[in-house]
């Protein structure tokens, strides 16, 4: 069951530490609820939004998917929810970091010695690393 709205903008931004307009962006994205309006024309949030906003930002930060993080809450709006969803979820978001890691440590391990022999003097065409990035691997006969 949801929590009466009793939350301005203001007060949801201050007690997750996630400015209004982020809020609003959050909103957009379709990652946080809509208010509620009252009738005399306030916007008011549900105290559990609090909790929601700040799984955004700290999801964005280990940079979930923004469709991934919708169907987490999505998941945990619709009770009952396990935790078994949401580490499936986290143990598919891992490897993919994993692998990505794994990526950039071959490039890493292919670019480092160019930049490091590279003495950034001399003409363009004696650059090792214009040279080797603009020639082609040598293939045995």
Do not use: N
Not at 109 to 134: D, K, N
């Amino acid at each position: 069951m949801t929590s009466l709205a009793t939350l301005s903008m203001a007060a949801l931004a201050e007690r997750s530490g996630v400015d209004a307009d982020t809020i609003e962006k959050y909103q957009r994205l379709g990652l946080v609820s809509w208010p509620r309006r009252t009738c005399q024309g306030l916007m008011l949030y549900s105290p559990d939004e609090v909790a929601h906003v700040t799984f955004v930002k700290k999801a964005l930060a280990l940079d979930f998917p923004i469709a991934t993080i919708r169907d987490m809450l999505g998941r945990v709006r619709r009770k009952p929810s396990s935790c078994s969803d949401i580490y499936a979820t986290a143990e598919l978001h891992l490897a993919d970091v994993r692998r990505e890691i794994a990526r950039l440590t071959q490039i890493e391990t292919s670019l480092a010695p160019l930049v490091e022999t590279c003495s950034r003097q001399g003409p363009r065409e004696r650059c090792p690393i214009f040279t080797a990035l603009s020639h082609q691997a040598k293939t045995p006969d």
